[in-house]
């Protein structure tokens, strides 16, 4: 029997600096306050990575992990770090699935905008890429919270229009074109925009909610 390979999660995030992360939701947040929600954002997506326990744990940033900026954030030493270099978001996911991929690993491709991305849904697509080429788990926007390789293939990340709502469909599309075996998962909520608010854990909102205050 062949053996299944160990899967890496990478996380793509900003730093979370005020006017550089959740810049669209600043008319309802502030500057700072939607600084504030992407270092929440982070934390919790990085806690529930490592309460996977599905392989290493990397953070892919911007700017790069050497700046100073991330000396400020309380992450663990588990996690190991990359930059995510330049490009668009394609060219920047390229990069890090090519060389996890090219390593002997699997991937699950994921960012800090779903909270109700958990832990169980992490361990679900790694199970799945025992048996799968792919996985993706679509967001109500018309995006993904994650997206699970075996394989590589530069298509899936060229020439798709991103922060847009077809990113989902033309992905599925190009799997299927690629004849590869797909999981997916039903829709999850992410925060991108001032109405997503609301999909934010219960217990977050009145944070959210002192930020709106302070913002006005």
């Given at each position: ?36 929600l992407?270092?929440r ?7 529930k ?34 930059d ?10 390229a ?54 390789l ?19 469909f ?6 299927g ?6 999981h ?26 002192d930020?709106?205050?302070r913002?006005?």
């Amino acid at each position: 029997m062949k053996p299944v390979p160990p899967t890496r999660i990478v996380i793509f995030t900003k730093a979370p600096l005020p006017g550089f992360a959740k810049t669209r939701l600043i008319p309802a947040l502030g500057a700072q306050g939607a600084a504030d929600l992407a270092q929440r954002l982070l934390l919790h997506t990085l806690h529930k990575a490592l309460a996977a326990n599905v392989g290493p744990v990397e953070l892919c940033v911007t700017p790069s992990a050497a700046d100073p900026v991330w000396q400020r954030i309380p992450i663990t030493d588990a996690v190991q770090w990359s930059d995510q270099g330049a490009g668009d978001l394609g060219e920047k996911m390229a990069r890090a699935a090519q060389r996890v991929l090219t390593s002997g690993e699997s991937v699950l491709l994921i960012g800090t905008d779903c909270p109700q991305l958990s832990s169980d849904h992490l361990r679900q697509a790694a199970a799945a890429l025992q048996r799968t080429d792919a996985a993706l788990f679509p967001t109500f926007d018309g995006g993904y919270a994650l997206l699970g390789l075996n394989r590589f293939h530069p298509c899936l990340f060229t020439g798709i229009a991103w922060s847009t709502n077809s990113v989902a469909f033309e992905t599925l599309c190009r799997l299927g074109q690629l004849g590869w075996a797909v999981h997916s998962q039903p829709m999850l909520h992410d925060i991108d925009e001032p109405a997503d608010l609301q999909w934010l854990p219960k217990a977050w909102l009145k944070a959210v909610q002192d930020s709106i205050c302070r913002s006005g």
